[in-house]
């Protein structure tokens, strides 16, 4: 009595199973999955936030045409104008300390902030806790330079503002003047 190998034997099986597989499906009716209340709720929100970053956008955009700006836009959505000081030599780079006048507005014009006369602020960039914005903005700036930025909420104070003045999810306008720069030893 000649028997077959256990392999030779494994390939109709395995077919056998996928036809009464394939049977057992043909008779019954796709039923789509339906969201769950939580991936409606999810969904809601996300739908809220892209409205939210549309009327941001448009509110900065509004505020630059009205003032009639000419400002460049940075991948983070940064806007920016940057008046250069001819004799600047030195450019604010990460990990540097840089001594800077500031002033803080609402994209109404309400100003919030503001250094005082002969008080300037200081940072080390990028090693500092600050908002992401202020950091990028004087990495543009080198010394004597002077600009003009507008930082949307993800930038500025976020979600909550600062628990003071600046409201949550509010853009702001940052108008900064660098003063010194101490070079990083690293």
Known sequence: ????????????LLLLTLLLQGCQCAGQEENPARPTPLQEQAEDRIQAQRDFLEKERASIESYIEDRKLEVKRSGTGLFYKVSRDSSAELQVESG?????DYSIYLLNGNLLYTSEPGKPRSLKIDREDAEIGLHESLKLLGLGDEGLFILP???????????????????????????KITKSKS
């Open 153 to 179: 909420s993800h930038l500025a104070f976020g979600v909550a503002g600062d628990q003071s003045k600046v409201p949550p999810k509010t853009a702001l306008v940052y108008e900064l003047k660098v003063l």
């Open 96 to 100: 540097d300390d840089v001594v800077f």
């Open 1 to 12: 009595m000649h028997l077959k190998k256990p392999e030779t034997l494994m390939i109709p």
